[in-house]
Every structure is written in C-alpha cells, then in structure tokens.
C-alpha cells in the first residue's frame, strides 16, 4: 500500500500566516490605542479622597531643591494656561468638574489642544492638591498630552494664573494606573503643601471601553514668579 501523503495545512493554520496576524494585531493595538477622547468621563472621583493621602501623595524620587526656603503658597487665583518646557506643551485652561456620576470631567473632544483644571479643589500655586487633566488624543489625532508618559522626575510645568502669577511645580514621578483599580485617595487626597497632579489616559485602547489606565504626574511646588 502507497504511503498517505500528509494534507496540506489550510492557509490560515500556517506559521507565516500567525506572524503575519500577530503583527497586524500590533499595528491596530499602536494605531487604534492612540485615540483618547471620545466621551471618556474621567479617572475618578476627586470629590470621594480621603483627607490624608496616601504612600505616594507627596511625590517619589527627590530632585535637588532649589536654594533657600520653599515658596509660600499663593492665594487662589484661577488658571490660565499650562508649560511643560521639556515636552513642548503651551496650552490654554479651561474650567471643568464633576459629572452626574461624580466622575472628572474632561475637556471638549473638539477642542484637543486645551488642558482642564478641576474647579472644585485647589487653584495651582494654593495649598493642596490642584488638579489638571487633558486628552491623549481624539479622533483627529494627538491631543496636549501625547506624550505626557515621558516627562522625567525633576522636570518643570509652569501654570499661569489669572492674577498675572505663575505657579511653577517641580515633577516628582510619573506613575501608570489601571482604571479598575485607580487609586482616588493616592491621587486626589488633600496635601499640606501645594502640589499638582496632571492626569490623562494610557495603556491599550478598546472601541468599546476606551483607555485602559491613565498617566498621572506627581508634582510639588518649588517657585512663584
């Protein structure tokens, strides 16, 4: 009796085939994951932390300070736009708050380029934790926080305000939250100095559920101009 000859695999049970969709699955997951926008309501609930804050509140790794005392925190004055010097990010604030469900707001979709300031908490430069959000990117494109991942410890944002003031934070840590378990009272809790937390969204994206995590920048005030 003639040997059986072995059947050819189908096309789609082929090695080559299986690279072949693993890195098309790739390129969906870096190009489709660049959107943020689109009705995200927020990270969490500022309004729900707890009055003292949590392991990492006060920031991580320590820069060098600059001479002399701390500044003196500043009496509240709205903001009006936002610097980050190292990541080439100028933008205009806008006011936002919290949603029916108590969740932060962002800013509008169509409007990518502007950073949110949490109106219920602390304005930047005041003492405690003043609260600052925008878009990763929207539909259109990348929005004022691309690249927000990358900023290192030690680097600068600059908030003005409305009194003609500038609050200038010094970054402490960058730290990546998955939005199931984000930690409200590590991010939003109060602190007897004046910090600042600047927050967005990260990790892969789902057309059904969005982002799955958000970047958060822990900073602490270190000059007034």
């Known amino acids: 009796m003639a040997p059986r000859r072995r059947k050819r695999r189908p096309w789609y049970r082929t090695r080559a085939y299986r690279l072949a969709r693993t890195a098309l699955l790739v390129t969906v997951l870096v190009t489709v994951g660049s959107r943020c926008g689109g009705g995200h309501a927020g990270p969490g609930r500022p309004g729900d932390a707890v009055a003292a804050g949590g392991p990492g509140a006060n920031g991580g790794k320590s820069c060098e300070p600059p001479p002399g005392p701390p500044p003196d925190p500043l009496p509240r004055s709205r903001p009006t736009s936002l610097r980050i010097p190292s990541l080439g990010v100028d933008a205009p604030i806008t006011a936002i708050g919290l949603d029916g469900e108590r969740q932060l707001e962002t800013p509008p979709v169509d409007k990518p380029k502007l950073v949110g300031w949490y109106q219920g908490g602390p304005t930047p430069g005041e003492s405690g934790t003043a609260i600052a959000v925008g878009h990763r990117d929207t539909t259109t494109g990348p929005a004022v926080f691309a690249t927000l991942a990358f900023v290192k410890p030690c680097k600068v944002i600059e908030v003005k305000r409305a009194d003609g003031r500038t609050a200038v934070y010094t970054v402490d840590r960058m730290k990546v939250f998955d939005k199931a378990g984000f930690p409200d009272a590590e991010v939003y809790a109060p602190a007897a100095r004046p910090e600042l937390r600047v927050l967005t969204c990260g990790g892969f994206y789902s057309r059904r ?12 005030l270190t000059a007034t101009e």
Request: aromatic share 16%.
């Open 209 to 220: 559920t969005g982002y799955t995590s958000n970047v958060v920048i822990f900073a602490h």
